[in-house]
C-alpha cells in the first residue's frame, strides 16, 4: 500500500528573545512578548519557549549577552527549534553573528512584521506595497545572504567574486525598487482622482491597533463582508462603503492596524493607504478595553496619528469588547495599592476617558451591545461636520434619537 504524500505544511517551531532595558519592567516587556507570540502565531510559527535578559545597553555584536547567546544555542539544539525571534530591530551585523552563534533562522520584530504583512496581502496594489518594504529592508542587509563565502577572510578563491556579487544584487534591488515606487505612484494618482470623485459626501476613517474589532465593526454598520478574524493584520487593503444612518449618507473607510514599533518602511509603502486617514473628515479611533494594555495601545495609535498629521482631527474614541472586560474586586482587607485589573467597568466610564475633549462610547461589536447608542452618536457627529459644510441642506437632515435611526 502505498502512504500518500502529505501536503500540509510543517509548522515551524520558535523561541522569543527580549531585553529588560534601565527604566523598563519585567511586566511591560512579558506583553510585549505575548504581542510578539501573537504576531509569530499568525505568521504561522508556534512558540516554544521565551528568554528574557537585563542587560545595560544592547550588545553591539549580538545584541544580548555571550552567555544567553550560549543558553538559548544549546536549548534550540536540544529541542531542534527551527528559528529564534527577538523582539526588536537588530542591525546586520547582529543578525549575522546570532546566526553563525545560534546555527538557525534569526528573525527580529521588523522582519516578522514584513512576514506576516506580505502573508496577509491579497490585491496586487498591498502585495507591490508589501515588496517594496522587503526590498527598502533587504537591501542594508545584503552582505549577510553572502556570508557562505566568507568573504570577511578572504583568500585565494574568495577575494572579488562575492563583492561583485553583491553590488550586482544591490543595483537589481534598487532598481526594483524605483520600479515598484513609480508602480504605487501611478495608482496613487488613479487612487486620489477616486477620492476627488466621491462628491461632497462626509468621510470617516476607522483608525486604532491591529486586532482592536475594526473590520467586525465595519460589517455592523455598513452591512458589508469585510475580512475579520482574530489575528493581526487580517486587514492591508483600504474598503471604502457608503453608509446611511437615518437619511444622511457618508463614506466609511477600514484601514490598516497600528503596531508597537511598526517599521518605517511599512509607513512609507502604505503612505497611500494611509492617505484615506489623512482626508478623512472624522476618526473613529476603535479601542480593545479588554486588552491589558489598552491604554498604551491608545498612545501608539495617538503617536502615529500625530506622525500623519492627523491628530486634531475630530474623533470619537469606541471602547470596543466590553463584553471581554475582566476585572476583579479587591478584598476588604486587602492593603495593596490597587491595579488597572481592579477597577470596574462602570468605574472606567466615569474616569478619564469619559471625560475627554473627544467623544466616546462603550460597545460590543461582537454581542452588538450598545450599537443604537453609537449609531445616534456617529449620525450627530457626522450631520454637525456636513451642516458645517454646507449649511443649506440643515433641514434635510433634522436632529434624530435612537429610536428613529
Known amino acids: 500500500m502505498i502512504t500518500p ?36 502565531d499568525t505568521a504561522g510559527a508556534t512558540t516554544v519557549k521565551r528568554f528574557l535578559q537585563k542587560i ?15 543558553e538559548i544555542a544549546n536549548y534550540v539544539e536540544e529541542n531542534e527549534i527551527d528559528m529564534v525571534i527577538f523582539d526588536d530591530e537588530l542591525t546586520p551585523t547582529q543578525l549575522r553573528n546570532l546566526e553563525h552563534e545560534l546555527k538557525r533562522k534569526v528573525l527580529d520584530r521588523t522582519n516578522l512584521i514584513l512576514d506576516v504583512f506580505a502573508q496577509r496581502a491579497k490585491t496586487a496594489y498591498a502585495k507591490t506595497q508589501v515588496e517594496l518594504a522587503q526590498y527598502q529592508f533587504l537591501l542594508p542587509r545584503l552582505t549577510r545572504m553572502w556570508t557562505h563565502l566568507e568573504r570577511q577572510r578572504g583568500g585565494i578563491g574568495l577575494r572579488g ?92 473607510s477600514d484601514t490598516v492596524g497600528f503596531i508597537r514599533k511598526l517599521p ?11 492617505d484615506e486617514v489623512r482626508e478623512a473628515d472624522l476618526l473613529l479611533h476603535v479601542v480593545d478595553i479588554s486588552h491589558p494594555s489598552f491604554e498604551d495601545q491608545i498612545n501608539v495609535v495617538n503617536q ?11 474623533t470619537i474614541i469606541v471602547f470596543n469588547k466590553i ?15 490597587r491595579t488597572d485589573r481592579n477597577i470596574s467597568l462602570s468605574e472606567l466610564k466615569n474616569s478619564w476617558m469619559a471625560k475627554k475633549d473627544v467623544h466616546t462610547i462603550f460597545i460590543s461589536a461582537k ?17 454637525d461636520i456636513h451642516v458645517g459644510r454646507y449649511p443649506y441642506d440643515n433641514f434635510l437632515y433634522p436632529d434624530v434619537t435612537e429610536a428613529n435611526l
Do not use: C
Open 367 to 383: 454581542q452588538k451591545t450598545n450599537l443604537p447608542e453609537f449609531r445616534e452618536l456617529l449620525y450627530k457627529t457626522v450631520r
Open 161 to 252: 567574486p562575492g563583492e561583485t556579487e553583491i553590488e550586482t544584487d544591490r543595483r537589481i534591488i534598487r532598481e526594483k525598487i524605483s520600479r515598484l515606487k513609480e508602480e504605487l505612484s501611478k495608482i496613487d494618482r488613479q487612487m486620489l482622482t477616486q477620492r476627488k470623485n466621491r462628491g461632497s459626501m462626509v468621510r470617516v476613517a476607522l483608525v486604532g491597533y491591529t486586532n482592536v474589532g475594526k473590520s467586525t465593526l465595519m460589517n455592523l454598520i455598513s452591512k458589508s463582508d469585510v475580512f475579520a478574524e482574530n489575528k493581526l493584520f487580517a486587514t492591508l487593503d483600504t474598503t471604502v462603503r457608503k453608509v446611511v444612518i437615518g437619511n444622511l449618507p457618508f463614506l466609511l
Open 304 to 314: 502615529t496619528l500625530h506622525e500623519l498629521k492627523t491628530g486634531e482631527k475630530p
Open 323 to 337: 463584553d471581554a472586560y475582566k476585572w476583579e474586586e479587591k478584598d476588604a482587607d486587602d492593603n495593596t495599592p
Open 56 to 70: 545595560d545597553i544592547p550588545n553591539s555584536r549580538s545584541f544580548i549577552g555571550k552567555g544567553k547567546v550560549m
Open 5 to 40: 504524500i502529505s501536503t500540509e505544511k510543517k509548522q515551524e517551531k520558535a523561541v522569543l528573545v527580549a531585553v529588560i532595558l534601565p527604566g523598563q519592567k519585567e511586566d511591560e516587556v512579558t506583553e510585549y512578548l505575548d504581542e510578539l507570540e501573537f504576531l509569530a
Open 264 to 274: 518605517h518602511q511599512l509607513v512609507e509603502s502604505f503612505k497611500s493607504t494611509l
